[in-house]
Structure formats: structure tokens, C-alpha cells
């Protein structure tokens, strides 16, 4: 298996941009997690699936963050409008969750930088 | 509240030097723990796991954890750390079974091995 592949590897936009990142899950895994990753506040969880279906998105950061998952092989993190607090390393992660017990498996991460 | 705090954020240590890494957690119900780690610009790995059975798990590259239960930890350990255990490392919860499964990680620690 290719793991999980998340797309661009790197972003740089204008604040003001919408910016849209990627991930393809691992074939097989019900569970999708989107993360956060700055110096500041460490690695922060933003919202995840389970079956396709969003349970708990708590952690997104404003009304300007938006994610789906139209199908079991597919998600997107939206960013409308950017702004330069959001340059981060965001990555999704993916497990299977039979028996309430999962290990994630991380993606390479997109860097976006914001300017 | 859901929360795994990590006490050492950076620590220095020289070739051979034993390594402890701390960590508890705060999660409602029975849980399944994690260490991962992230090498520098690289994606988070996973170091090792305990789901149940023998508190003390061995994961790769010599790395071991305990699970305290009565103490809400889940220490790392290593005997002799070697410069390519430089690294970030991250310790994270989720609970068994139910149809959630969130994934919480701590801030991490930042580990430095100097030769």
C-alpha cells in the first residue's frame, strides 16, 4: 500500500486565497483525522471522520476551515479566505477502527505558508 | 477533559545517555496509548503501542513504555540513545470501543542527541 497521500506537499498562497489540501486515506481505514502541526501551539487536532461521516470537528479553528469526505477514498481541508496565522504543516492521518482500538497512520503533511 | 501532557518539552542528551520521556493523560474510560515519532522534516511514525495485556511494551529501535494505570502514564524509555534518536516525540491516547475514536496527542518532546 502507498500509505496515506496527501497533496500539495507544499502551498504557498496570498492571504485572501482559498486553499484547498488533499488526502487520499489507506484503502480500508474508517477513520480520518485532520491535524495542525506549528511550533506554537504543537500538534492540534482539527476535526475527523469515521465512515466518511465528520464526528467531531471541535477543533477547527473558525468558520474559515471547512473539510469533507465525499468517499471513503477521499478528503479535503478547505481554507476561504487564507490568512498568515494559518501557515502550518497540516497532515491527515488514517486508522482502522475495528474494536474501538487504532493506531493512525500519518501522511507526509502539507506545508502551506501563507504570506 | 481529553488531554496528554508531556512535561519535558526539550531535552539534551549525549550519546549513551539513558532517556526517559514523560508522560500522562487525562480520557474517560479504557484506553490504548501511543508514542510516535517525527524525524526532522519528516512525517510522524509510529514508535510503539499498548492496547492491552503486559503494561510494558517494547517498540522499535530499542524504545520500551510502561503503562502505570493507577498513575495515568506512559513513560518512554530508552537505555542508550544514539545521535539518530534525534527526533520529536509524541505521546497520544484514544479510548477503546464506541463509535469514537479520537485521537489526542501531547505537545511533544524535543529530543537532541549529542555525539
Known amino acids: 500500500d502507498a500509505g496515506v497521500i496527501q497533496s500539495p506537499r507544499h502551498e504557498v498562497t496570498e492571504m485572501g486565497q482559498e486553499v484547498t489540501l488533499r488526502c487520499k486515506p489507506i484503502?480500508?481505514?474508517?477513520?480520518l483525522f485532520w491535524y495542525r502541526q506549528t511550533m506554537m501551539r504543537g500538534l492540534e487536532l482539527l476535526i475527523y471522520?469515521?465512515?466518511?461521516?465528520?464526528?467531531?470537528d471541535s477543533g477547527m479553528p473558525e468558520d474559515r476551515f471547512s473539510a469533507k469526505m465525499p468517499n471513503a477514498s477521499f478528503s479535503t481541508l478547505k481554507i476561504q479566505p487564507s490568512e498568515p496565522r494559518d501557515s502550518a504543516v497540516y497532515f491527515c492521518?488514517?486508522?482502522?477502527?475495528?474494536?474501538?482500538?487504532?493506531?493512525?497512520?500519518f501522511g507526509q503533511g502539507t506545508r502551506l505558508t501563507v504570506v | 477533559a481529553q488531554s496528554v501532557s508531556q512535561h519535558n518539552h526539550h531535552v539534551i542528551l549525549s550519546e549513551a545517555a539513558s532517556l526517559e520521556l514523560g508522560c500522562n493523560y487525562s480520557?474517560?474510560?479504557?484506553?490504548?496509548l501511543f508514542w510516535y515519532v517525527q524525524y526532522p522534516g519528516q512525517h510522524l511514525q509510529l514508535l510503539l503501542k499498548?492496547?492491552?495485556?503486559?503494561?510494558l511494551v517494547k517498540g522499535i529501535k530499542g524504545f520500551e513504555a510502561e503503562f502505570i494505570k493507577s498513575k495515568f502514564s506512559f513513560n518512554l524509555r530508552k537505555p542508550s540513545v544514539q545521535w539518530s534518536d534525534t527526533a520529536e516525540y509524541f505521546c497520544?491516547?484514544?479510548?477503546?470501543?464506541?463509535?469514537?475514536?479520537?485521537?489526542?496527542f501531547g505537545t511533544g518532546t524535543l529530543l537532541a542527541v549529542q555525539p
Open positions: 492521518a488514517t486508522g482502522k477502527g475495528t474494536g474501538g482500538s487504532s493506531e493512525a497512520f
Open positions: 484503502s480500508g481505514h474508517d477513520y
Open positions: 471522520f469515521n465512515n466518511n461521516v465528520p464526528i467531531d
Open positions: 480520557y474517560g474510560g479504557t484506553v490504548n
Open positions: 499498548y492496547f492491552s495485556g503486559d503494561p
Open positions: 497520544a491516547v484514544n479510548g477503546k470501543g464506541g463509535a469514537t475514536n479520537k485521537l489526542i
